[in-house]
């Protein structure tokens, strides 16, 4: 059985940082790209970051570029998010996902596997 279970979130001033953890089980852990995705109340869930098998390409949407690294130890079965400068418009509750495919992929349907979310408030 395949899971994602995300830890880490938390409360945070505004300017702080958090780091998020995905520990993944019931897959081979390093042929599988990862993801991260937030939704925030009354909003559509969207992309954050993605990280290839291996770990040497990333990708970030706009809004969380020179803020927010991916990275992933794949002898840990777990893929990270650090978050540094956070503002109160990302806070949300963040998702894991994995996808077979090796290309990076931003888009929700593309994702085969997905955590159950963990939270983010930021205070201001």
């Known amino acids: 059985q395949v899971q994602l279970v995300e830890s880490g979130g938390g409360l945070v001033q505004a300017g702080g940082s958090l780091r998020l953890s995905c520990a993944a089980s019931g897959l081979t852990f390093s042929r599988l790209s990862m993801g991260w995705f937030r939704q925030a109340p009354g909003k559509d869930r969207e992309f954050v970051a993605a990280i290839s098998w291996g770990g040497s390409t990333t990708t970030y949407a706009d809004s969380v570029k020179g803020r927010f690294i991916i990275s992933r130890d794949n002898a840990k079965n777990t893929v990270y998010l650090q978050m540094n400068s956070l503002k109160s418009e990302d806070m949300a509750v963040y998702y894991c996902?994995?996808?077979?495919?090796?290309?990076?992929?931003?888009?929700?349907?593309?994702?085969?596997?997905w955590g159950q979310g963990t939270q983010v408030t930021v205070s201001s």
């Open positions: 996902a994995a996808t077979i495919r090796s290309i990076l992929q931003a888009a929700r349907g593309a994702y085969d596997y």
